[in-house]
């Protein structure tokens, strides 16, 4: 078991650079140990498959030098808030015990960003829970875990953020670790240009995604930030650490 500082668990693979590849790339230049649970394969995706996106979720992890990766096969636009999707989450949760989540949007234009996102934060509570009962890889029982920070993504449609972290230095690599789903997002070059063009692949998405960092990063006086929210009321212990 690799027990990791932060676990972003989003929905479809490329969600979790998206929503957080500036602060993942943050956090392991620091020394922390961060990785990666994706929900589902993407397999509905409009453009790539199933393989592509497994290879190109493997290329990110290598750009961001997560210490962990994995997918949990959940079924793309199907899946439900349910005891077996909420059990499969738990599982991963008692597995890395990371100290912080962050999840997707908790409303958003894709149902299946705010259903993930619901999925997860009541996943994380249960998680705590020892009566909830799961096994590891090898039958053995795992011990209840919950970690003490989740947040979520803010994705398609603005919600205001409970707090916003500066990225500047790590935005290059949070971009380099989206266009590695080269399937999905305009590199410079159309990649397979018989597949229907799409929302992600039009060669203005990748400036809208770095004018809301830039947006977020005017609130604390830094160039490119990434925002957050929080379900719980965040607390520090020193003024003088808030901008």
Known sequence: MVKLDLLVIAVHPDDAELGAGGVMAKYVAEGKKVG??????????????????????????AILGLAARENLGLRDGFFENAEKEKLAIITAIRKYQPEIVITNAITDRHPDHGRA?????E??????????????????PQEAFRPRLVLQFVQDHYIRPDIVIDITDYYATKEKSILAYKTQFYTG???NPDEPQTY??????????????????????AKYAEGFTSQKILGVENLFDLR
């Open 117 to 121: 996102g619901q999925l997860v934060n």
């Open 200 to 221: 992600i692949s039009n060669p203005d998405f990748m400036a809208s995604t770095a004018a809301r960092a830039r947006e977020f990063g005017r609130y604390i006086q």
């Open 189 to 191: 070059e159309n990649v």
């Open 36 to 61: 990666v649970v994706d929900l589902t394969q993407g397999e509905l995706g409009t453009r790539g498959t199933a393989a592509t996106r497994a290879q190109e979720a493997k290329d990110a992890a």
């Open 123 to 140: 996943a994380c509570f249960l998680a705590g829970l020892r009566k909830v009962e799961t096994s590891d890889t090898d039958n053995k």
